[in-house]
């Protein structure tokens, strides 16, 4: 079973920018799709965003896009997610999922097979 351990929440003011890390163990990093969702009191985990294998192919959740972005370094074994222009609606904890041998971009949380624990990301207004 992959290890994912996420890092780079806090707090930060509205308007204020993150960058979420995680990093899986093992050494197949590079053949995995790599996801973010979140998950704020009281609701449903939601999809934020995922990459490819390759690094060449994006997905964003609409109240995310243009604010958002997803990266990986396959060398680091790391997929980041820069947060900017956060807003209070974005208050959750963020979690980093991985599809092993994905293919195809995933945005639906059952499709992943293996989570982090959790980072959390709270924005004052």
């Known amino acids: 079973q992959v290890q994912l351990v996420e890092s780079g929440g806090g707090v930060v003011q509205a308007g204020g920018s993150l960058r979420l890390s995680c990093a899986p163990s093992?050494?197949?990093?590079?053949?995995?799709?790599m996801g973010w969702f979140r998950q704020a009191p009281g609701k449903a985990r939601e999809f934020v965003s995922a990459?490819?294998?390759?690094?060449?192919?994006?997905a964003y959740a609409d109240s995310v896009k243009g604010r958002f972005s997803i990266s990986r370094d396959n060398a680091k074994n790391t997929v980041y997610l820069q947060m900017n222009s956060l807003k209070p609606e974005d208050t959750a904890v963020y979690f980093c999922?991985?599809?092993?041998?994905?293919?195809?971009?995933?945005?639906?949380?059952?499709?992943?097979?293996?989570w982090g624990q959790g980072t959390q990301v709270t924005v004052s207004s």
């Open positions: 093992g050494r197949f990093f590079s053949t995995y799709v």
């Open positions: 990459i490819s294998r390759s690094g060449g192919g994006t």
């Open positions: 999922a991985c599809d092993y041998g994905g293919e195809l971009i995933r945005t639906i949380d059952t499709e992943y097979d293996a």
